[in-house]
Every structure is written in C-alpha cells, then in structure tokens.
C-alpha cells in the first residue's frame, strides 16, 4: 500500500490506472476506520482492480459548533486497517493541500437536504458534495462506496452524480452493527458507560416499526410516534434530535406507506450524536439494491 499526501500525484496515479484499463473502487472516509469502513473496502477490493481509500477530515461538512476539532483522528491505526484490508492507495491529503485557495465557486444542494440531518446542519451537504467532486475528480473513481448508515449521504451524493453526470457508479452498503444491533460509528467511542447500554435501543426502536409496517400500519405519524416513545422510555442520558419517515431517496414527507422510505432517527447524548436508520418497503421488507 502507498500513502500518497499530494493531489497531483494521487491523480497521476490514478489517471495511469484507467488509462491501462483498470478498474478504480473509491472508498472516501474521514478516518477513524471501524468495520463500517472496511465492509466498504472489502466490497471494492472484490469488484475493483486498484483500491483507493482517502482520509480526510473535512472542514467544509463542519459547523461552527460543531466537532471538527475533536473529531477522532488516529492515522497509525487507520494505515494499518487499510493495508491489513489490501487498499492499494491511502489518500492523505493536508486541509492546505486540498483547499489551497479561497474557494472562487461553491456548490449547493437544493433538494433532498431540508430533512433529517441536513435540516439541522445548514451547510452541511454543501460542503460534502464539494469535497467528493475534487476527490471523484482526482481519484478517477469508476464506483464509490458509501455506507447507508448515512441514508441521506447516499441519496445527496447520488444525485450529485446524476446531476452532474460523473463517469462514477456509487454502491450504497448496509450498515454494519454491533451485537446488540448499535449502528457502527466513528463517533462511538465517546459514548459513556451507561450510554453505551442504553444505544442499542435505537435500532430496537427500529426494528418496532419494521414490525408496525408488516402489520400493515401506514400511517406515518403513527410510527413515527411509537419510535419516538420507545426511545425516549428506554434512553435516558439522549434527547431524541428528530425521528422521520420518508419517501426514500427523495426524503419527501409521505401521507401513507407506499414505495420505499426511510425510518431515521437522531439521538444526542452527552458527547456523541448518533444516527441511524432503516429502509424498506410497504410490506416492511428491505428493498433489493437501493441503486
Ligand atoms: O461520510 C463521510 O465520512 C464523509 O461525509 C465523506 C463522504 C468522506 C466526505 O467527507
């Protein structure tokens, strides 16, 4: 494996991959690996011929208030994951190095971001839609993995795709989960104790309205509040932060349970925001390939 800091070279790298007909699996990550990362690059080392991972604590998908400064950084542990998972080429590059100017244009999603964490976090998508258009761009990507634990990640950065029409393919791989079901999440780490205890109830809560829609329930407040009360009757060190069901990927509200939608919900507790969510259809069952 080779770790590569500079961005001309990277693209030289890559650039000389496809031009031998190669082809490029991207995995774009801000470090911290967990096994929701490696699942990614595993899944790429088996469809693609060159492996290339980034790391890259973006400061753009950041907030002012937000953990950009706190968020867990280990670069020694995380070379070792990615050689261990055979990536061919870690993608390191400094702040300076990937925003050496001012920015002269920005880019703004319009849709599909007033919902779940877009709506608490203005500017977010923004920031990361103008991050993995430099990365496509530089990595040369032919398919980009991404995790479906952010749902919503995945539907923005399809439609940037779409939108833009990027010579890229984006594979959007279930969430990877502890024993107890806890999504897992870089930012798990900071989770107390007892925290710790009471976040498997998320996914329980989940998996309730799972149940609710075989059931035949399709009234979406009403799933929406039984989420609500099992979290909050189970989880006492988190305040819910929202619970939502939508049309997925267009994160539109729905009036009945018809098609695909997403179950999301958010949960702060004392150091850690956590998210999760589930995607199914009207039967409750999880829908075949999501793109
Ligand atoms: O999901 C993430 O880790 C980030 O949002 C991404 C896709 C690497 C862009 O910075």
Do not use: W
Not at 144 to 160: E, S
Not at 199 to 211: E, V
Not at 233 to 256: C, F, K
Request: with cysteine.
């Amino acid at each position: 494996m080779q770790v590569i800091k500079k961005v001309s070279e990277m693209n030289q790298i890559a650039s000389q991959c496809k031009a031998a007909g190669k082809k490029i699996g991207f995995v774009p990550t801000m470090g911290y690996l967990h096994q929701g990362h490696t699942t990614l690059i595993d899944r790429a080392r088996q469809e693609a011929d060159i492996v290339i991972t980034s790391i890259f604590v973006n400061p753009l998908q950041f907030g002012p208030n937000e953990d950009f400064e706190r968020y867990p950084r280990d670069e020694v542990r995380d070379q070792e994951l990615a050689k261990q998972h055979q990536v061919d080429y870690l993608f390191m590059p400094t702040v300076e190095e990937m925003y050496p100017t001012d920015p002269n244009i920005s880019l703004h999603v319009e849709k599909r971001t007033d919902a779940l964490c877009g709506k608490s976090r203005p500017g977010h998508f923004d920031g990361v839609v103008t991050v993995l258009t430099k990365l496509f761009h530089i990595t040369c990507a032919d398919v980009t993995y991404f995790g479906l634990k952010d749902a919503q990640q995945v539907a923005v950065v399809h439609a940037l795709i779409t939108d833009f029409n990027f010579p890229t393919e984006i594979i959007a791989v279930p969430t990877v989960r502890e024993a107890d079901g806890l999504a897992k999440s870089s930012r798990n780490v900071y989770l107390n104790e007892q925290e710790r205890k009471e976040a498997k109830y998320i996914y329980q809560a989940l998996q309730t309205a799972r149940q609710l829609i075989v059931d035949d329930q399709k009234n979406p407040d009403m799933i929406v509040e039984n989420v609500k009360r099992d979290i909050e009757q189970q989880i006492h060190g988190g305040r819910v932060d929202y619970v939502e069901l939508l049309s997925y990927p267009y994160l539109t509200p729905v009036s009945s349970i018809e098609g695909n939608v997403i179950i999301a919900v958010a949960v702060q507790f004392s150091k850690a925001r956590l998210i999760d969510n589930i995607i199914i259809d009207e039967h409750g069952q999880t829908p075949e390939g999501i793109y």
